[in-house]
Antibody, heavy 120, light 108 residues
């Protein structure tokens, strides 16, 4: 069965960087785009970016460009999302989510979420 | 950017009733590229509907989606207690892909 398992919760200082991992299993990792979606506490969902695990090609939401890098390691079926220059506004649960196929930008499987708290 | 406005903000209904959730887009959603997700507290979202009206794998037929253009609806019939959740719509036809702010469904 398809599973996306994310790294654990983290606390960061303002100005620091964060990196969340998402290990995929149960399907061909390079066959489906992987997205990242975040959710601030008590708020709605926000698409952050995505990677094509086959080619490494990426697409980022405009508001994160310059601060975000999504990468993958196909040898261990894992995607990563790194966000730098963190502020308190980046406090959120970050989800990886598998594209339904064909780079459609809707999501059929989700990781369990990683809470990142930015606080001094 | 397409803004999705969901209504009502909160809906409180009894088991067995029918819930009607609305998602209105600020511009036409191309090719009816609209999805609905269900999110329960402490859980990741779950895909219910894609393409405005196609049910995702394993979703019971109590859940149905309809609409086109700028107006979309998620209907949940024969409500059950486990349907209590927040429901989000998402358009994926135009960049940036955006979500609605959610409708909270409470089952009395």
């Amino acid at each position: 069965q398809v599973q996306l398992v994310q790294s654990g919760a983290d606390v960061k200082n303002p100005g620091a960087s964060m990196k969340v991992s998402c290990k995929a299993s149960g399907y061909i990792f390079t066959g489906y785009y992987m997205h990242w979606v975040r959710q601030a506490p008590g708020q709605g969902l926000e698409w952050v970016g995505r990677i094509n695990p086959n080619t490494g090609g990426t697409d980022y939401a405009q508001r994160f460009k310059g601060r975000i890098t999504i990468t993958r390691d196909t040898s261990i079926n894992t995607a990563y999302m790194e966000l730098v220059r963190l502020t308190s506004d980046d406090t959120a649960t970050y989800y990886c989510a598998r594209d339904c196929g064909g780079n459609k930008y809707y999501f059929d499987y989700w990781g369990q979420g990683t809470l990142v708290t930015v606080s001094s | 950017e397409i803004v999705l406005t969901q209504s009502p903000g909160t809906l409180s209904l009894s088991p067995g009733e029918t819930a009607t959730l609305s998602c209105r887009a600020s511009q036409s959603v191309s090719s009816s590229y609209l999805a609905w997700y269900q999110q329960k507290p402490g859980q990741a979202p779950r895909l219910l509907i894609y393409g405005a009206s196609s049910r995702a794998t394993g979703i019971p037929d109590r859940f149905s989606g309809s609409g086109s253009g700028t107006d979309f609806t998620l209907t949940i019939s024969r409500l059950e207690p486990e349907d209590s959740a927040v429901y989000y719509c998402q358009q994926y036809g135009s960049s940036p892909r955006t979500f609605g702010q959610g409708t909270k469904l409470e089952i009395k």
